[in-house]
């Protein structure tokens, strides 16, 4: 009898991904100006194999199929795998990973709503681990590429259909690896930001990139579809550790905005690490939650094996959630602390 | 020192303490706010459920056949919580029997039908001069003055004014924010008869004693909030206490008593305790005019003002006797539109759907909305939570919704418990911000009363254990007192037997007693020989004549056997009687 209440004033879940998705839209573009129109191939390959999978397990799974293929969740999970991924991969890379993501990391915890990780994450961490050559070989920007790559040249690549391209001549490595393997050889990081590879603040190129990002993070704060709490704790706590340390040793320490600017940073802030299912619910368990990722990804990028750690760190702190909940629950009205 | 922090945020520009919380549906308030508060033409008959308050049920007073006058008492309030009935007009008592009230279960409950007479003749009215007489005698005398609050929770007024000395009330808060969307019986009320809210508030102030008093009212009823203030300027109550009008913003669920009084006064009342316990009373601006109308005029609670707004063709506020079928109200209302499909008692937020349009009109029934398909669309079927916490946002308590939904869902009560579910005041916020469309506070409500039931069940358990434990006690008792008696007995009965060794008059008569009784024995078995001699066993009785022989000789063997037998247990005798 008693339903109510008789209204309701949410966007659904379709909504908000379909916004999501469109916040992300301004860094495509970017990342077609930068590195080329071979993205969207890999952003139309993920999704494809995101939707087949998706759709694949829900019928194994006896779920219906359509609400939750509409969803949009499969969807955004690819388009965050494949801007994760170098924007120049095989296809096979870009299948595999978005297979896993959407298989092991979401369907097989339970689906939309109950999967502990970061599904988008579990598939990069993935294929990190499984092809570290690949993985870390980026594409120079077009505008530093020896051989400039036309579309049929990226489609080329990403389908192997020649063999005669080497990964050598179209990629280089990423500022955040270039510093890593550079300050291992005694050079200074001023030195080492002489390189081609570094902008302004970030990468060549890149910088534009991740400034799309933070456009798209911006609407999504607009939009009431994320909270402050999340990136603006990952984003200063990150500046403040990279800033301490830059303090102590500007010689072997980048710059905190070259911290915030390169690698999965600024897409992490605001696409990643936002994900509502995988992450903690309380706004104080927020700040904890972002705030360990920051220190956790600023350890790995410094003393860790691998160029960036924000993929490591969203799961490392995703185990924790149930824990930071618990402890973070606010006051209710009412009640003394 | 609230009220220093409050004074300094107002200075400040932030107005008054924001709670945390609240959401802001589309008010729909205009729709029934244009024409005056109308009068409905009197029922042909009223429906007066006994149950239209929180308490116990009143006793009824009047028979079937009666003739009662309007205003006269029907049912008197029994016990500490409850609250009487009267006569909203004058007629004749035709049933009084179960049938059909607007609450959410659709059970019926006992009502007292009034066949109206159409005279609408009073009984003998007694106003009070109540700012002369002893308050104690004004609180009796308002046990059965039948009002409630008319907020919508019907909580019976005259418990919330007795004071005692653990609970004295500083501050008065009148709650007049009237936050639901759709609902404007409060604002009309204000706009049209501000002056007679104020000498209730009067009344109140002066029963409780307070210093203070405060009215909370939400910046989308100008009109009313205006109203207000002129009659607070023009009140006498004004040169004794502080008396405001305190225009609070629009948020959804402001005008919860708890949340109100945060927002008027900048303290939190305690979950585990009363608002009383730091000093405050809230009362509904229409409960405090049916106290004027009590004291000043002696008129019981008889009628109240609703709206009746959403699918009908002018939607508009009456005053309306309780008892009067909703269908008399809609009709005023000019009427439901052809695609009305539901009709909801109170707020879209918090109201009901009622089991039939038929149901006559409560003291808790402040809005009636008729509902169609494009008014409230049914809700889409629900999706998986994606724990965006939009509803923990929403929650005006600072619950975690999403986590009490999961522990609900998986019925771990123990944990929606610890997670304080019992401190949600279902306002609704979180289904409204849910994304995935999951009614939530039907899952919250589900827990409640399962862990209502649970505890009902384990009060019985532990009641039933200890009884057993009790009555084991009680056995084991009395099997000692037994024992100790037959000891003592036995004591008794030795030295008894010392006593009366000496006295073979006693022992001969046992003897005589014996040996009759073993002659009535030995009678007995005599008889049982003879029947069995008689019983010839049938399948033997038409054989032949060598088979009976041979039966013949069978027997005598047997009998013999049987004589051997015993004359040794006639042997064995002595030494079994020796053990003895």
Redesign the interface.
Known sequence: ?????????????S??MVKVMLALVPAIAAYVWVFGAGILVMLALASVTALAAEALMLKLRNRPIK?FLM?G?ALLTAWLLALSLPPLAPWWLVVVGTFFAIVIAKQLYG????NPFNPAMVGYAVLLISFPVIMTHWPAPLELAQAKLSLANQLQYIFGTTNGLSLDAVSMATPLDYLKTQLTLHHSVQEITAAPQFGLLGAKGGELVVGAYLLGGLYLLQQRLI?WHLPTAFLSVLALMAGAFYLVDATHYAHPLFHLFTGASMLGAFFIITD??S?P??PKGKLVFAAGIAVLTYLIRVYGGYPDGVAFSVLLMNMCVPLI?AWT????????K | MNALINIVKQGLGLGSVAV?GG?H??EHKQESTTQAIGQLPLPKRLVLPLRQHVGNLPKVLVAVGDKVLKGQLLAEAEGNISAAIHAPTSGTIAAIEDALIPH???LPDRCITIAVDGKDEWIALAPSDWRKEDKTKLLESLRNSGIVGLGGAAFPTQVKLRTNAKSHVDTLVINAAECE?YITCDDMLMRERADQILKGVEIAQYLLGAKECLIGIEDNKPEAAEAMRLACAISPLSKLVTLKVVVVPTQYPSGDA?QLI?LLTGI?????KRSTDVGLQCFNVATVLALHRYFDFGEPALSRIVTITGNVKTPANFEVLFGTPITDLVKAGGGALEDTNDY?M?G??????L?SVDVPITKAANCIIA?APNL??P???A????????C??VC?????P??LYWFSKSSNLEKARD??LF?CIEC??C???????I?L??YY?FAKSEIIAQDRAKEAADLARERNEFRLMRIEREKQERAEKHAQKAVGAKAEAAKTESAPATEASDDASIAAKKAAIAAAIERAKVQKAAAVPQNVADAKPAVQAEIAEIDARREAAKQAVSELAGDNTPSTQDKK
């Open positions: 009898m008693s339903r109510s209440p008789y209204l309701s004033s949410a966007p659904s879940v909504i908000i609400p969803d969740s689906g939309l709503g109950y909270t509502p299912v992450g619910t309380t909940d629950q606010p006051r209710v009205f009412g009640h003394k | 945390n959401v549906p589309p959410p279960s659709g969307p708890r945060r939190e009342v305690p979950a585990d909801i109170g879209p937020m918090m109201g009901f759907s089991p509902s409230f669309a809700a889409p079927p999706m998986p939570c994606i724990r965006c916490a939009r923990a946002d005006p308590v600072s619950l975690q999403q986590e997670y304080n401190d609704g916020c289904t409204y911000a849910c994304p995935s469309n009614p506070v039907q409500r």
